[in-house]
């Protein structure tokens, strides 16, 4: 079954993702990918990918000192400013890395991180 690749393109600009993103995260190559807008098809398994393709979320500082972080991790910065969720985590890390830090991460954002590779095993 192939499904109309108008559809997955506009799940794609839904979820925010670009086709390079979903190449990169499918192990699909990016050209096979590129070349589904060609053939106007896209194969079903594809959809069911990018479903299960985690969306990439924004948080911003005040977000987490509302959730108890302490306010001195994020001295200088933008308490407003919405940044994508992975970057926000790793910078914030490089500046305070304890276990403290790393617990309200998981409170805030769950064990399964969005922005994460679900396991494949």
């Not at 499904?3 to 993702?17: G, N, P, Q, R, Y």
């Amino acid at each position: 079954m192939k499904v109309d690749h108008h559809t997955f393109e506009s799940l794609l600009h839904a979820k925010d993702i670009s086709k390079k993103t979903f190449s990169h995260y499918s192990k699909i190559p990016y050209y096979t990918v590129a070349g589904w807008k060609k053939s106007g098809k896209v194969p079903a398994y594809a959809m069911v990918l990018l479903k299960s393709m985690p969306s990439p979320k924004t948080v911003t500082a005040k977000q987490l000192i509302d959730a108890g972080m302490p306010r001195a991790i994020f001295w200088n910065n933008d308490l407003t400013k919405a940044v994508p969720n992975d970057i926000f985590i790793v910078s914030t890390l490089k500046r305070a890395y304890n276990d403290f830090v790393v617990q309200k991460f998981v409170e805030f954002f769950g064990e399964d991180t969005p922005g994460q590779r679900p396991h494949r095993g």
